[in-house]
């Protein structure tokens, strides 16, 4: 598995690949819609986008859409006005974007989603810069069938009802369950991917199975949800970790602190630099180069063995 420093230099690669140069980007105009600021993660996506943005030269327009989409059709439709270069749409929801994606390929204006997916055809947008949410909710399967031998009650945290994240970490996960007729998915709820719904989402689980008895794991879509649903089985007097195992996504630094005191058990990494790949790929279509619809950006799974060394290493 890679590494964030090998997905840095591989994506790098990429842009050396398409015979792109810092240069030839500092002068684009590109809008970024950008979903809101759910979490942990998210928070990061941002800084970095527009850190690296900073780095390029590249004039930079960000909007913020506070878990809306139609704030974000809005945005699209004002970057398309605005005449940009290119626009990154980071989309709460995988439908709904037909319609703003043909407006901006008829302007002529590259779209890269960034992060998550859309159910819209292909040739509506220029790539997807983003990790395959399938593989990530199977991996988090596959530990947590190692670690219980085949046999576990799990209750789901889920993210963004609709979300290309929610719908493909739910399907990763539940393709590989599906293998061992010893592992039953109990409950399943949306904590919004926000630490505030997985607490509140994993104390109405805690209470309809006997205190918490019943449960042996919690799949978490997120860190966050992770991290609430642990204030949530503390509260509840169980321990986490222990009484109750915890896989979640993201790698965030907070749940490495988690996993290092003993809270969680594993986390699945998902790389938040997503500027540099997506900002070549806009560059290399106005090149007229061709551009792969996928670029792929998937991260491996941390245990709590390296957890306080990679808290250190991240928290700085
Ligand atoms: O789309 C990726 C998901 O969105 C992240 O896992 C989550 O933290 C974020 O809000």
Redesign the pocket.
């Known amino acids: 598995m890679k590494s964030l420093k090998q997905l840095a230099v591989s994506t790098a690669a990429l842009g050396v690949a398409l015979g792109l140069s810092f240069a030839a980007q500092a002068e684009m105009m590109i809008g970024f819609s950008q ?1 809101g600021s ?2 942990g ?2 928070t990061s996506e941002t800084e970095s986008i527009k850190a690296e943005a900073e780095k390029r030269g590249i004039d930079l327009k960000f909007s913020d859409a506070q878990q809306k989409q139609e704030n974000q059709i809005k945005a699209v439709r004002s970057f398309i006005a605005q005449g940009v270069d290119g626009i990154l749409l980071a989309p709460v929801v995988e439908t709904g974007w037909d319609q703003v994606l043909q407006e901006a390929k008829d302007a002529g204006i590259p779209v890269v989603l960034v ?2 997916g859309v159910a819209a055809d292909e040739s509506l947008y220029l790539t997807k810069v983003a990790s395959d949410f399938v593989v990530e909710g199977a991996l988090a399967a596959a530990w947590l069938a190692a670690e219980t031998n085949g046999v576990c009650d799990v209750v789901e945290l889920q ?1 963004t009802v609709g ?1 290309s ?1 929610a719908n493909d970490r739910k399907e990763g996960f539940e393709s590989v369950v599906g293998n061992f007729p010893g592992i039953s998915i109990i409950r399943s709820q949306s904590g919004d ?1 926000t630490r505030s719904g997985g607490k509140e989402v994993m104390e109405s689980f805690l209470k309809a199975e006997d205190g918490g008895k019943n449960i042996c794991a919690v799949y978490a ?4 949800m992770a991290l609430g649903a642990v204030q949530a089985i503390k509260e509840a007097g169980l321990n986490p970790g222990d009484d109750i195992l915890i896989v979640s ?2 790698a965030v630094p907070d749940i490495f602190k988690a996993m290092a005191d003993g809270d969680t058990n594993a986390t699945i990494e ?1 790389n938040p630099h997503l500027g540099g790949p997506s900002f070549d790929a806009i560059a290399a279509a106005k090149e007229g180069k061709e551009v792969p619809k996928w670029i792929k950006a998937n991260g491996p799974l941390y245990l709590p063995d390296t957890a306080a060394e990679e808290y250190k290493m991240r928290s700085k």
Do not use: P
Request: net charge negative; glycine share 6%.
């Open positions: 979903i759910e979490s993660w998210r992060d998550r993210g979300s994240a991917f879509h997120n860190d966050d996504i993201d998902l």
